[in-house]
């Protein structure tokens, strides 16, 4: 449990990273950027 | 300060090694941040009055003092052990963040240099050898794997640093998009909620300044803290003479690019492996430096592509450095490090010999992969060589090693973009189309890389001469 808490801790900035880098490629696939809601 | 100390840190039987890779990556994706310093190019040149050129200059003090402080600290981070090392690190690079936003209060460009260059790149150096030598032990079954995680946290420093200031600059301006009437994102919503009660005092503290830089880089020397603290208040050594169930170094290093024996630092550097490793990663950082520093110029100079979709290249290659760095390390478990670091150099070369091909069939496609495969080489060269030199001097200061020969990206660094950049130019100013202008530069990367390949074909184990007697071995 605590491992797994641990990993959680450190794994969600670096996943919150990826995700604003693939919103960043996405005109590169020709779909339009950050949809602003 | 017992609680610091290298005996404090080691490990009570039944401790799960799973809990160390973290602790690393916390510290690792802190100082990663290093790679999006260019977000605060133009708020900074804003501030004071400088041009970007010269606010870059913090950068490069950085990335030098990093492969300095690595090497002359080395011995000292193995003596002290990763607890001790990571909270020096963390107090190095917070204050250098807090130092240069008094440098953005004060408006004096050289505090900025000087506390985000030379006070954080300490913090920097210390905090990238900190965790290797101590991840090394812990899987001396999976080297690879081990150190690739950790060095794939740097990678994913850049991937945080760069949206996380950006964010927060926007939310101590005050919501230029509230004035224009557009609703804010989720991140922008996020952001409000956790840094908001921040934003009164910040901004009073602040006052004088309006870029929002200042509190950002307030609130990131908060942010990262934690962080950094949080790795080394969790990391743990493992206890003289422990290895894996089931793990037998004698049976790992059969086929004899693997010892068991121990190479102290000051005799490693005497040797002629580690001056070719020390080129092996010379040559792979410069080489991918040559995409990764123009991804976006590059992109749009050779397919005529708008600005959002070069930066979405530039996205997307972010992405491939990163996870280059597990997989790439990760594979050298299997297969080797000098079989990896051939693929790195023979595909890396090809691949770079392509790219001019899919310029002039204006294949966007393929240019999108061949360069996504180069870059995630060039972040698994950076990912792999702590297990390289783990196979070739032993565990036993195997992260002093290491920081010695993280000079070779310092260098690369430096020298790397000057060469590639001087020779683009000089084939524009000859009159070459800038569509064209970089194939030459591919060309001088495979040249570079076949440089690397030769270095790494000669690399040998040490000659038992370089043996330390009576140390702890692998």
């Given at each position: 449990m605590k491992a797994v808490l641990i990993w959680i801790i450190v794994s969600t900035p670096l996943l919150w990273g990826v995700t604003q880098s693939v919103k960043k490629s996405l005109p590169l696939f020709g779909v339009e950027a950050v949809v602003k809601k | 300060m017992s609680f610091l100390s290298r005996e404090a840190t080691v490990a009570k039987p039944g401790?799960?090694?799973?809990?160390?890779p973290p602790a690393a990556v916390a510290v690792h994706m802190c100082i990663g941040q290093v790679y999006a310093f260019s977000v605060f190019n133009k708020p900074l040149s804003a501030e004071l009055g400088a041009t970007v050129s010269q606010v870059n200059v913090a950068y490069m003090i950085a990335l030098v003092m990093l492969g300095l402080s690595a090497a002359t600290f080395g011995k000292w981070v193995e003596r002290s052990g990763p607890r001790k090392t990571m909270l020096v690190s963390c107090c190095c690079f917070c204050g250098g963040l807090l130092l240069a936003a008094l440098g953005v209060k004060l408006k004096m460009l050289g505090l900025i240099w000087f506390g985000y260059g030379f006070v954080g790149g300490i913090g920097l150096g210390l905090g990238y050898i900190a965790p290797v030598s101590t991840l090394v032990k812990w899987f001396p079954d999976r080297p690879g794997m081990a150190t690739g995680m950790a060095i794939m946290g740097f990678g994913g420093g850049a991937l945080i640093g760069s949206p996380l200031a950006q964010e927060l600059m926007k939310l101590f301006t005050a919501g230029a998009d509230a004035a224009a009437g557009m609703a804010p994102t989720f991140d922008q919503r996020l952001f409000a909620n956790l840094i908001g009660p921040l934003k009164e005092p910040l901004n009073a503290l602040a006052a004088?300044?309006?870029?929002g830089a200042m509190q950002a880089l307030i609130t990131m020397a908060a942010i990262y803290a934690c962080f950094m603290l949080f790795g080394a208040f969790i990391v743990r050594v493992p206890a003289p003479g422990w290895k894996p169930a089931g793990y037998e170094p004698k049976a790992a290093a059969a086929h004899g690019m693997i010892t068991t024996a121990s190479v102290s630092v000051d005799t490693a550097w005497k040797t002629p492996q580690f001056w070719l490793l020390w080129t092996v990663l010379c040559m792979n950082v410069s080489a991918g430096i040559g995409v990764l520093g123009r991804a976006a110029d590059m992109c749009m100079d050779m397919f005529g592509v708008s600005v959002a979709i070069g930066a979405g290249f530039t996205g997307l290659l972010s992405i491939f450095n990163m996870g280059g760095r597990f997989v790439w390390s990760s594979t050298s478990d299997l297969i080797g490090r000098k079989a990896v670091y051939c693929i790195y150099f023979i595909l890396g070369a090809a691949l770079y010999a392509i790219l001019p091909y899919t310029q002039e069939t204006q294949n966007r496609t393929l240019f999108v992969i061949c360069t996504a495969l180069i870059i995630s080489m060039y972040g698994g060269g950076f990912a792999t060589i702590p297990a390289y030199l783990k196979d070739m001097?032993?565990?036993?200061?195997v992260g002093a090693i290491h920081g010695r020969l993280i000079t070779a990206w310092s260098m690369a660094a430096v020298i790397g973009p000057s060469l590639i950049n001087g020779f683009y130019d000089s084939r524009v100013a000859a009159g070459v189309p800038k569509a064209q202008a970089y194939n030459g530069t591919f060309y001088l990367m495979c040249g570079l890389l076949g440089v690397g390949l030769i270095a790494n074909l000669l690399v040998r184990p040490v000659d038992a001469k370089y043996h330390v007697k009576d140390t702890p071995s692998a």
């Open positions: - | 401790f799960s090694r799973w809990l160390v004088g300044t309006n870029t001097f032993g565990t036993y200061q």
